[in-house]
């Protein structure tokens, strides 16, 4: 029972600290203070439980490795569910193609740039959105509805000011 504890606490301890180190780069310093002071409460229990006899007991520390293993893969996945912040999409389409995806986009709620490029053998729009993580795949499912040979890339972003639709702090 006790290995089991250990690895459900190391889950709940890593993923804590994955959405911290996440929220602190997001800007949001003050939310990641706070996790933090319950990360660290949390970890002095669990290693002094674990190092507690650990060499007549090595099994603890494969659980304790089990569950930071864990942890860190349940993290990745609540930080993306959480989805904090923002992320600049880019669409590079042939030139013909660009107006009609930029309106299918707008008329979905996405605030759309388009700029003109040239390519190899064609022009090219390259279209620009900076949106909230939680409409990332959305988009780019859009995207991928609308034209199939698009280049499509993903980058987050820092918070940022202005823009249709975007929070202004």
């Known amino acids: 029972m006790i290995y089991i504890a250990i690895v459900l606490a190391k889950i709940v301890e890593v993923s804590m600290a994955t959405v911290r180190i996440v929220l602190i780069t997001k800007g949001e310093r003050k ?3 706070f996790i933090g002071f319950f990360e660290v409460s949390l970890w ?3 290693v002094s439980t674990v190092l507690t ?3 007549a007991d090595p ?3 494969v659980a304790y490795a089990l569950g930071f293993a864990l942890g860190n893969y349940i993290g990745s996945m609540v930080e993306e569910q ?6 600049e999409v880019q669409a590079i389409v042939k030139s013909e193609h660009g107006p009609v ?8 709620g996405f605030a759309v740039t388009v700029m003109h490029g040239e390519g190899k053998s064609h022009s090219r729009d390259i279209l620009l959105m900076y ?4 409409k990332v795949r959305k988009c780019v499912a859009l995207i991928k509805e609308t034209q199939e040979n698009s280049v499509i890339t ?16």
Do not use: C, E
Not at 82 to 87: E, K, R, Y
Not at 101 to 108: G, N, V
């Open 31 to 33: 939310i990641g203070a």
């Open 44 to 46: 002095l229990v669990l």
């Open 53 to 55: 006899n650990i060499m």
């Open 59 to 61: 099994l603890k520390i």
């Open 82 to 87: 959480i989805g904090i912040g923002s992320a």
């Open 101 to 108: 995806l930029a309106a299918t986009l707008r008329d979905q």
């Open 131 to 134: 949106i909230s993580r939680k």
């Open 154 to 169: 993903v980058s987050d972003k820092k918070p940022i000011y202005g823009g249709f639709g975007m929070l202004r702090k």
